[in-house]
């Protein structure tokens, strides 16, 4: 079973985030399993929500402690809340930032885990030019599914028309479909690179 | 067909298959989202016809219900929490009056101190009203449940409460499979009433009774309960003959042929159960789940029959009669009269407390070593309930409990789950 969980803040689609990620698992034939944190719901409040995924029915209703991936929508909230508790060893992580892991301040973080599996994306810039809104949920999930692959850029894309429709539908599209292009050329460089 | 979706859209689409002329919506979380789905399949035609009644309170909700059942109309309503006890005196009416409304409660706790998460708080103050109480798994049997009651409380003529936990079940989104109208028809009959105020054919309906009959009624109402411990698993029977799963019933058992433990739960915690039973077989550990989906009536034979081979039972719930212990514990050891079995009750998840499989095989490692207290607070935190002890011990103006506590248990949006 893979566990997922997503921090971010209220107002930036946290929840639906985990629901896309539960539909585009769904269209590519696996149990899936979203769930919000359960908090009350204010904008700009930090907010959790979880994605578990599997080949079969998933029985567990506890809250993701110990996830394999981490997505994080809002890099203020490394300042605020340990989202990296109980992260595994061999997770992922992608963050959205126009920053570096490093240059968040996350070097000595990253030593913990595969560095190679820890990311940053620019996810609000990417959202902004293909959506005119700041926000980065559907983006990351691009994202994601060039990190882990978890479930395919395009099982995202049918989540997004699934969950919505038109002009708002092809942004999220194009902006995920470009998060997927920005993180699979990092993964390459990465490769690419000496090793220090 | 198959759909990813909210357990509360399931729901509206169980509920929206099953053709009620009536639906009464008032908000309050978490079960707004399945009356906002009834109220949408009714403004884009596809539940039609229905009217979509948006009432002024609870109270008006389950008053409205009432007239609209025993005008002949089939008729649906939901709530939880504060709202359930906001409407509590029709919801005794309902009942008394064999009215087979069917009202989804989406299972949150009661304030004070005001709190909009999960426990069975809410079900359990009403489980003496007169209404047959489900408590749905996951929710793929919220969903099948729904379709079951509307069948059973229109054979009794009594009104069905569908248990489902709140935000766990019904803010998740999981596979459900979604049956055809055509199945849903054939499966559930149109409303044929038992009584009906038509003018045509003018009768009452509520009339006041004395000490000459009054008993008599109340007799009626636990002798009909009594029939739907037939009723329930027929009904559960037919349901899984056409759609091809079992859903509902009274009880359903989890690796209990040879457990030694067996732990008995209610709703969404049986799923947490199942793994944590799992992982404890892997290790050796003789235990099973059994899981009560009737819970009023209260299904005291099956449950004697599921329990009585084991050595030891353990009650988790989500529920919890301040000044005595469990709620559901009470209900198991009347089935178990006269068997010597060691017995447990665990309160857990009040108000939200996330349930977690660690804390389930510890507590069942405690109870299989028989150390475990006969009431347990499933991960109370000693150290501010003991803080606010002293707290009170030391002043008397020690100031609001909750309030207190809150400042001792510091800033909880920096925790992550």
Known sequence: ????????????????????????????????????SFGSERTGAPVVAFCRIDDREIRLREPIVAPDVLIVQDPTLLHQVDVFQGLRRDGYVLINSRRGFDE????????????????????????????????????????????TRIVTLEAVAHAIRDKFSGKVADGNVAAATAAFAAVRHALVEAADAPAS | MLQQAEGSHAVAEAVALCRPDVVCAYPISPQTHIVEGLGELVKSGRLSPCEFINVESEFAAMSVAIGASAAGARAYTATASQGLLFMS??????????????????????????????????????RDSGWLQLYAETNQEALDLHIQAFKLAEELSMPVMVCMDGFILTHAVERVDVPEQSEVDAFLPPYAPRQVLDPDEPVSIGAMVGPEAFMEVRYLAHAKQLSALE???????????????????????YRCDDAETIVVALGSVIGTLKETVDALRDDGMRVGVLGIQSYRPFPLAAVRAALQGARRVVVVEKSFCVGLGGVVSTDVRLALSGLHLHGYTV?????????TRASLERMLGDAAADRLEPLTFLDLDRRIVDRQLEREARTRRSGPIAENLLRDVGTVAAKVA
Do not use: K
């Open chain 2, 347 to 355: 309160v857990a998840g009040l108000g939200g407390r996330a349930i």
């Open chain 1, 1 to 36: 079973m893979l566990q997922i969980r997503f921090h971010g803040r209220g107002g930036q689609g946290v929840v639906t985030a985990a629901e896309l990620l539960a539909i585009a698992a769904f269209e590519q034939g696996r149990h899936a399993q979203a769930f919000p």
């Open chain 2, 231 to 253: 009723h329930i698993p027929r009904i559960a029977a037919e349901f899984g003959a056409r759609f091809g799963r079992d859903s509902g019933g009274l009880v359903r058992g």
């Open chain 2, 89 to 126: 005196e029709a919801v005794y009416n309902a009942s008394g009056l064999g009215l087979p409304i069917v009202m989804t409660v989406a299972n949150r706790a009661i304030g004070a101190p005001i709190n909009i998460w999960n426990d069975h708080s809410d079900a359990m103050s009403q």
């Open chain 1, 104 to 147: 968040l301040g996350l070097a000595e973080i990253g030593q913990r885990f595969r560095r190679e599996r820890l990311l940053t994306v620019p996810a609000t810039d990417i959202a902004l030019q293909h959506l005119g809104r700041p926000l980065p949920n559907a983006v990351l999930l691009g994202g994601l599914a060039a990190l």
